[in-house]
């Protein structure tokens, strides 16, 4: 933080802010691979734009818990082509 470089400041300021998450990993002494981080990411990036057309933020959220937790899909009275 006593640099005179502004991208020094912002960096520095950027790790204070994240010291607890960044911690963490070494806590976990690589016992979590980031490909599990990974696939989650991707899971959730592909339900959000699958729920494009929904219109609320409830109903979107609702796709994220059926997606990420596998629970079952609700019956309809007739199938979708």
Do not use: D
Request: aromatic residues 12%; contains cysteine; charged residues 25%.
């Amino acid at each position: 933080m006593r640099s005179k470089i502004e991208p020094m400041k912002k960096v520095a300021k950027m790790l204070r802010r994240h010291r607890k998450l960044l911690l963490n990993w070494f806590e976990a002494k690589g016992q979590m691979s980031s490909g599990v981080v990974e696939r989650f990411n991707t899971k959730v990036k592909l339900t959000i734009r699958k729920a494009y057309g929904f219109r609320t933020f409830h109903a979107a959220k609702m796709a994220l818990y059926h997606t990420l937790g596998a629970l079952p899909e609700p019956i309809f009275t007739h199938e979708f082509c």
